[in-house]
């Protein structure tokens, strides 16, 4: 039998090594001090935007408020209209299917929701974001049950439930434990008064 000749091995050189994650390292390191020099650029601009957002949304959450001052806690906003307060604008947390979302809840000063608006949401376009739609979030403009909202899967919701959003339960549960975090802490403050 013939041995088939072997090709000679090679042997890589320190430089061969070094020199592609030398180049590699640059190249991410300039990377970085691009992103980090526009998130300087940008920080101020995107920190008004989110601003003039929120300030937006506690006027649709909160109808017929003329200002909004922050509570001595900073937890929430006080809805004011002709030196009296005419409601209060919570923004509530909890976990959904994309992560965290954020939701502002307005409450007038007799405990009726006036409005619920999404900050922040990050679950599946075309289910979950249906969140975001009138038609869901219109369901919460009633009398705030105080022990909170339910979410009903299927059937005819009664005044202390929201009908699921079909495909996106755990969104429509997320929102309504935002919503019932919201609604405790209008009724605690009421307690308080």
Known sequence: MKQEAQAPKKTLHAKEILQPALALFVFCLIVTALLAGTNLLTRDQIAEQNR??????RLTVSPGAESFSPSADGTYYLAEAGGETVGYVFT???????????VMTGISAEGTITGVS??????????????QREEFRAQYEKPAPPDGFTVLKN???DS????AMTGATITSQAVT?????AVAQYYAIKEAE
């Open 160 to 163: 202390t439930q929201i009908s």
């Open 177 to 181: 434990d935002a919503v019932n975090e």
């Open 52 to 57: 003039l957002a929120e300030e937006a949304s």
């Open 118 to 131: 999404l900050l922040e949401i990050s679950d599946t376009p075309g289910l979950g974001m249906n969140a």
């Open 92 to 102: 509530t947390t909890a976990s959904s299917y994309g992560g965290q979302i954020r």
């Open 155 to 157: 059937g005819t919701p």
